[in-house]
């Protein structure tokens, strides 16, 4: 059975024009969306099979009578790959904020003849791709030599944070400041500042970036959301940190399991003694384990099971 992750990279393969999704019980259907061409609508549209991570011809998945389609979920928008070049510029410098002889610059394919050039100006332009130079022609100007290409953008695993929001209350958390550590104890691994803001009709309560969890306490946190979400965890188990500010309780019996979080409030470093207790909604247990996944630097904001969050409004910048 291949994830979502593994479908990406397939689809990715066959085109970089993908900019949506839908989830099936079997397969994943990727798609452009624009406006024309719809999910489950087209032969160039891309199904690839859950359990062989092979491509299904559309018209063989959609129109086979022994096929029972289930959508998971609702379609998905994501932003495609922008193709990004770094581009040596060879020949006569020209204008104050222009080309400059040597020097390497950032450019995007734009089409067919152009590139769209930060040039010396920090602004992106268009420059011929056969023949950068000024429209004026006051320089004959000279060619690109393409030093490097690359397919993904600079990853960011610090701009976003985790917005959940129920009847009672709406919980807004940010961590930043993880790093990978290099073993276990305490003194190896680097704190990170932690944001949280409790919004209700009776309470208003904010931290900022507080010192609150280091690097192998997000992990630890992590991978116990793994094995809650696997079934792994079939008893009991609490999870306390160096710092009193939270808590984590995971409570499993016959007849139900739910996950309790406990904040303690804190005033300029200082517990002031009170405490918000609170279920983690269901749904919601997803949504946390993807975001520290992001936190630690497993997922980055533009991969698909981040944007799918942005788009919901679970994760924000």
């Known amino acids: 059975m291949i994830t979502l992750k593994d479908a990406i990279k397939i689809a990715e393969e066959w085109s970089s024009k993908f900019d949506a999704y839908q989830e099936y ?38 129109m086979d009578a022994d096929r029972e389609i289930v959508e998971l979920g609702e379609p998905v928008r994501f ?34 003849g152009m590139y769209r050039v930060i040039d010396d100006s920090g602004e992106d332009y268009l420059y011929s791709k056969d023949n950068p130079a000024p429209l004026d022609g006051s ?11 690359d397919d993904l953008p600079a990853k960011c695993y610090n701009h976003l944070r985790l917005n959940l929001q129920d009847e009672e209350i709406t919980a807004d958390i940010k961590i930043i400041g993880w790093e990978p550590f290099e073993s276990e104890y305490m003194e ?27 690097s192998v306490e997000v992990v630890i946190i992590k991978d116990t959301l793994q094995n ?13 940190f160096f710092e009193p500010d939270f808590e984590l309780d995971f409570y499993v019996d016959d007849n139900t399991r739910y996950i309790e979080y406990i904040i303690h409030f804190v005033t300029d470093g200082v517990l002031m003694g009170g405490e918000y207790r609170n279920i983690i909604n269901e749904k919601y247990e997803e949504y946390i ?3 520290l996944r992001y ?16 788009d919901k409004g679970i994760l924000r910048y």
Not at 81 to 108: H, M, P, Q
Not at 198 to 206: E, Q, T
Request: hydrophobic share 35%; charged share 35%; aromatic share 14%.
């Open 228 to 240: 809650w979400l696997d079934g792994k965890i079939d008893k009991e188990k609490e999870l306390s």
């Open 25 to 62: 019980e079997d397969a994943y259907e990727f798609y452009v969306d624009d406006g024309i061409i719809t999910v489950g609508g087209a032969e160039r549209n891309l199904i690839i099979d859950k359990s062989t991570g092979k491509r299904i011809p559309w018209a063989m998945y959609f």
């Open 295 to 310: 936190v630690t630097q497993e997922l980055s904001d533009y991969d698909l099971e981040i944007r799918a969050l942005i």
């Open 79 to 112: 932003k495609p790959r922008e193709k990004t070049l770094k581009l040596k510029y060879i020949g006569e410098s020209f204008g104050a904020f222009s080309l400059t002889n040597g020097k390497v610059y950032a450019a995007k394919d734009e089409n067919e």
């Open 289 to 291: 384990y993807t975001y």
């Open 188 to 214: 190896s691994a680097k704190w990170c500042k932690v944001s949280v803001s409790l919004k209700s009709w009776y309470l208003n309560y904010d931290i900022e970036e507080d010192e609150a969890l280091d």
């Open 139 to 149: 320089s004959p100007g000279g060619r690109w030599e393409i030093i490097a290409e």
